[in-house]
């Protein structure tokens, strides 16, 4: 194997997942978000949940279209880059992907048609029942994927027989309890993704002072639901950062920046790791509270990175510098929809310019939690694709070579490139439209040229003073 | 156990050749179709459906990758570049039917992307399939053909006539979908599109012969085989009356089963290989427990009810294609 091809493909599944889990990210979120909207429309029949459906819906089609072309690619990116990992862990990964696409896609993209242009041609029970269909195909989906890479961080229920990894407990590998934290984790994450994306909406309209009610409703929404998540959030991190712990002590010693053993250990908030040295410089730490964490204790032994040899150590600061980016962006978020959830029952969220200014700038923090999260769990996960089985190194396809990598690499940044930057600009125009910009013939339920003419119909939400 | 998934595969792929056949082919005639009007009518006939006829070829990969994780794993890495070149068009023609309803100036950007995605995309299947059929280089079941290993004159005609093809069988879903002026140049479009296929398929029995590629003794050694151009050769004349009788309905399912029979021929001539001559079906199969866990959920359940979500979408969407209300 050619180190260069190696590195190279190692950059290429990077780049491809990382563009792709932005879109999926947001359209788990969104998508149960439409089915909660279509609901209250066709229960309480009030005009603005179907004129923020609509509108949410054109934004939900770009990025569902970039999800799934930018999913396609993953499909396929095993067996090209990494033929060897795909033989050995095809009879287990392969399962689970075809359960994915047999179970997920295909509902997903059989009731997209018609959630994005059936709404004349089917009842209304039908085109709810259309919309949750593509909520729960995203969600399963998502399940699917967590079960696969679970299985990649803790490699159970298996034997290995003439270079394969041959399952023998189905079982423990869809419901070990390492699933069950990663799978809520990434799903909360997404419903924060969309929670965060819909308030800064709402927020950037009200700095902006037009469509009040429409904002009022998503302020409202999004804010609620990351408060009452967030928390939840946070607990759910605490029980996978145990399961790193327990099964992944060398990555749980990266994330921690620990070199050596402790006993009790002090937990390192921030430093610079360095690994020449294998010590940390301008550390801040805080004595004890290391073991804290890792073992609810106050006197536990954890354990340090000199204690693995180093060609099974992980790489250090990306997952130290990735883990506390996210938890950071964690409470930031946390904070914000507080606050925010707080001013918003006290009638005074609207004159908060700088809160809401606060929360429309917060919209990226949900992608670089998921990002750093992600780059912590597999750059963590060094130097094996299969835990403590299969290098990395060992896993890629043999004969690939430095030019066709090269190639096959910049042709994916240069269209990654290219759709990413006129979707985001498309998607920016959309929002920046807003509800009333709908494109075509009016629909058929009164679409407010003027916003007040909602907010008069919703008290609760009006405010003296705009 | 086996022969189930190799049934489903061979299925999926089927499915896959027709559905996404049309649409790939839809948008190489894009690129023919000189107004915008006439571009946005095409386009209509295929949005509500493209994303589930691509999502076909992604469970045709996986259950490669679940129940042949061998063939799976041989095959994509020696199509390094035909499958990376074809995933990046299919990503350009996807996106292209978002986008292009959201673009104001930058309109032309898509149909570009658009029709270029479907040459790309079309032309790498075909491609990859010549090449399968004329043989790659394998040592011991190590691909040793390099990175162009897979481009020769014999799998660039394939490539060229995969795209006629699909064109062909997109043609007969405009006449089928389609009133007015895109019906009648569509129509207009079938007999030159048919001859180029039929042309294809001239060249590529002599170059086979000429090459003596050993995939032809197949076909004496199973006579049976000759019923499918025979099939094949039935629907061609059923198509051509009905064009000629300006029927919509017929045509597409006349070239749908033209493209059935040629699968069909392909397919029994590579049993019982996977890969000719270098792996066969039971080589590349996964362990019974993969094969076994598949079945009893994906495969038993899950799949009749994936048929059902393309029954349901395409009754939604039956009939003549209306401009939509408000979307593209």
Known sequence: MD??????????????????????????????????????????GRPVYRTLFEFWLKIFGVAFGMGVVSG?????????????LSKMSGPIQGPLLAYETFTAFM??????????????RVPPWFYLFSTAMVALGTTLSAFWIMV???????????????????????AQIIFNRVVWVRFPHMLLASYLTGAFCVAATGAWYLLRRTYRAEAHVML????????????????????????????????????????HDEQPASEVLIAIPDSSTESNRYAISIPVLGSIIASMSLSSKEVGLSSFAPQDRPPVAIPF??????????????????????????????????????????????????????????????????????????????FLTASAATASLILFVAVYAFIFSFGTYYIYRLLRAGPAGLSGKPLDVPVPNRPMSLADKMPTIVEAGE | MVTFWVALLAISILIYLLLDGFDLGVGMLCGLARSEAKRETMLHTVAPVWDGNETWLVVAGVIMWGAFPLAYATVMSAFYIPVIVMLLGLILRGVAFEFRSKALRSRWIWDVSFVAGSFAASFMQGAMVGALVEGLQFSNGDYV?????????????????????????????????????????ARRQIPPLAIGVLMFLIVVFAYAL?????????????????????????????????????????????VALIFAAAFGTLALSFWPYMIPFVLTIDEAAAPHASLAFMFWGAGLFVFPLMLLYVAVGYRVFRGKSVQAVDHY
């Open chain 1, 3 to 44: 180190p260069t091809a190696l590195l190279l493909s190692r950059l290429q599944f990077a780049f491809t997942i990382s563009f792709h889990i932005i879109f999926p990210a947001f359209t788990i979120g969104l998508a149960a978000w439409l089915t909660v909207l279509e609901a209250m429309h066709q229960y309480s």
């Open chain 1, 72 to 84: 396609v690619v993953m499909a396929f990116q095993f067996g090209t880059n990494w033929s060897v």
């Open chain 1, 107 to 120: 509902l997903e993209a059989g009731f997209f048609g018609i959630l994005i242009f059936g709404r004349p």
């Open chain 1, 148 to 170: 696969n890479n679970s299985w990649m961080q803790v490699p159970t229920g298996y034997v290995l027989q003439n270079g394969q990894f041959v399952p023998d407990d189905w």
């Open chain 1, 220 to 259: 409202r929404m999004g804010l609620a639901l990351a408060a009452a998540l967030l928390p939840l959030q946070l607990f759910i991190g605490h029980l996978v950062g145990d399961y790193v712990h327990d099964y992944q002590p060398a990555k749980f010693a990266a994330i921690e920046a620990r070199w």
């Open chain 1, 321 to 398: 510098f990735a883990f506390r980016i996210m938890v950071g962006c964690g409470f930031v978020m946390l904070g914000l929809a507080w606050l925010g959830t707080w001013l918003g029952l006290k009638h005074r969220l609207e004159r908060s310019r700088l809160l809401l200014w606060g929360i429309f700038l917060s919209f990226p923090l949900p992608w670089i939690a998921i990002l750093t999260g992600w780059y912590t769990a597999e750059v963590g996960r060094q130097p094996w694709t299969v835990y403590g089985v299969l290098r990395t190194a060992d896993a890629a396809t043999p």
């Open chain 2, 145 to 185: 053909g390099g990175t162009f290993g897979w481009l020769t004159a014999f799998s660039a005609l394939c490539g060229i006539g995969l795209c006629f093809g699909y064109s062909l069988l997109g043609a007969c879903w405009l006449v089928r979908k389609c009133d007015g002026l895109v019906r009648d140049a």
């Open chain 2, 210 to 254: 000429a090459e003596h590629l050993p995939i032809l003794q197949r076909w004496t050694d199973r006579p049976y085989l000759f019923l499918f151009p025979l099939i094949g050769a039935g629907a061609a004349a059923v198509l051509a009356t009905s064009v000629l009788r300006h029927d919509d309905y017929w045509p597409f399912h006349m």
